[in-house]
């Protein structure tokens, strides 16, 4: 059981007096260090990390040895090289090798610090490579909170409340079965939410000739961990294509191996015209990459550029980490398959014993949980969930919300079979005891 002392209680009270309010949990985690699976507070309690601290560490809490070393190596050479001014060769080698795991014919790349850079990036890009000024992006989109990116973003309106207009934007539904906002079933709908953006936004809002990309992320990541039937980005592609727009696939939280393969719209079948990357890319150091067709060219000098972006330290701990996947690649990708195999298991068996769970969704080791007053209302057990969120912590485990009532399951890659087990028994446990009615089948 974990134990809050004053210390705790004092760090937070001087965090309040010195921070605006951002996101933060309702629980008290105050992270002190951390290493492979488990990470520690400031008072010694271990926690066990189903967070990946918000699909950063991928690779284990730290990263690897090999990481941090790079890191405390590069630290006493040089950390930053004004790289947007001056040439470097350790970001030169980390984008050589990035490229090995991108479709065929990718880079040019662009560097920055954060997915929300990352995709400012991509949307400048989009209208330089197309010349055209309009954007498409879905309902329930996460996609950063910097201007550009908000524009995109639409998954609470919280996020947006006085920061607008936005202009540039126009948003469309997303395939997200369980509440269909066009309340049709899949798959006899036969995709009626494609058809509706032709037959309403293209028709009648915007020209798709004026549209410079479609941005889309593989499965909304802060929208609840929705992934959409597996035929959809084909149907969107084929939109994107007819008028001529470029896809633009934000893989900043699906990304970097967590679907088991590199790139999550790689599950899909189709490839995109620009990628993007943050959260794990940068190996637990700020990074964001913007990565473009090659055949769409280079943009003109001066049009965009950063000052931190390609800076010695992330990319130090980017290179290690690619290493590592290039290195390791087949060993992941088939135990991310296989232990999203195991947690999928076990969730399916709970949706059937436990009335609080409506849906369980995911690809690989990316997998959220809907959580219902009841299954036939679905009406969001918001409390309940704030309620599961605080017993995991006081047990020792850390996981984070998404959606409105969604919790998000995304163990770092590297977990051990061990604590994978040990972590979905602690979830259940918390299930069972929030859950109205159900009851844990014994020797689960
Ligand atoms: C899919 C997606 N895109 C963009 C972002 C924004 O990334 P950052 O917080 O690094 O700006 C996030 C962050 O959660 C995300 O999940």
């Known amino acids: ?44 309690n271990r926690f066990l990390d189903f967070s990946s601290f918000i699909s950063v560490y991928n690779l284990g809490v730290n990263g690897t040895p090999a990481i941090r070393k790079a890191v405390v190596d590069q630290a006493g050479k040089l950390m930053h090289s ?11 080698e980390f984008a050589e090798n990035l490229l090995k795991l991108m479709p065929q014919g990718f880079g040019k790349m662009f560097l920055s610090n954060s997915g929300t ?18 954007l498409m992006a879905f309902y329930n989109a996460f996609h950063g909170r910097s201007s550009g990116s908000l524009a995109l973003t639409a998954s609470k309106t919280v996020q947006r409340e006085h920061f607008g207009p936005f202009s540039d934007t126009v948003h469309v539904p997303y395939a997200y079965c369980y509440r269909c906002p066009l309340k049709q079933t899949y798959p ?10 032709r037959k309403y936004p293209l028709s009648k809002e915007v020209s798709g000739k004026e549209v410079a990309a479609f941005v889309l992320e593989p499965i909304q990541g802060e929208g609840g961990y929705v992934v959409p039937p597996m035929d959809y980005f084909k149907e969107i592609k084929r939109l994107a294509d007819d008028y001529g727009m470029l896809l633009i696939d934000d893989e900043v939280q699906a990304g970097y191996m967590r679907t088991g393969k590199f790139l999550a719209l790689d599950n899909f079948g189709i490839k995109a015209d620009i ?81 609080i769970i409506g849906d369980v969704r995911g690809i690989g080791m990316m997998i959220g949980v809907e959580l219902v007053k009841d299954k036939k209302s679905k009406g969001p057990a918001i409390a309940e969930r704030e309620e599961i969120l605080n017993r995991l912590f006081n047990k020792g485990m850390l996981v984070l919300p998404a959606g409105e009532s969604s919790i998000r399951l995304i163990p770092p890659l590297t977990i051990s079979y061990e604590n994978l087990e040990k972590g979905m028994s602690m979830f259940e446990d918390a299930v069972a005891s929030v859950s109205k009615s159900g009851a844990r089948r014994s020797g689960a």
Request: glycine share 10%; with cysteine.
């Open 82 to 92: 004004a790289f947007t001014d001056y040439y470097a060769e350790l970001p030169v």
């Open 275 to 355: 990628y993007t990357m943050a959260k794990a890319v940068g190996g637990g150091l700020p990074l964001g990459v913007t990565i473009a067709k090659r055949a769409l060219g280079d943009i003109p000098s001066g049009s965009h550029a950063t000052t931190f972006g390609g800076n010695l330290m992330s990319v130090a701990a980017a290179n290690a980490s690619i290493k590592y996947i290039l290195d390791n690649r087949q060993k992941l990708e088939r135990e991310v398959v296989h232990k999203g195999a195991i947690m999928t298991k076990r969730l399916m068996q709970m949706k059937e014993d436990y009335e």
């Open 188 to 197: 006899d709908c036969g995709f009626a939410c494609v058809d509706y953006i």
């Open 1 to 44: 059981m974990v134990r809050i002392g004053a210390r705790t209680r004092r760090v937070i009270a001087r965090d309040k007096k010195v921070f605006l309010t951002t996101t933060r949990e309702p629980y008290m985690f105050v992270a002190d260090h951390g290493d492979g699976d488990f990470v520690y507070d400031l008072e010694g």
């Open 117 to 134: 850079e990352a995709n400012e990036a991509a949307i400048k890009f989009s209208k330089l490579f197309t010349g055209r000024q309009y």
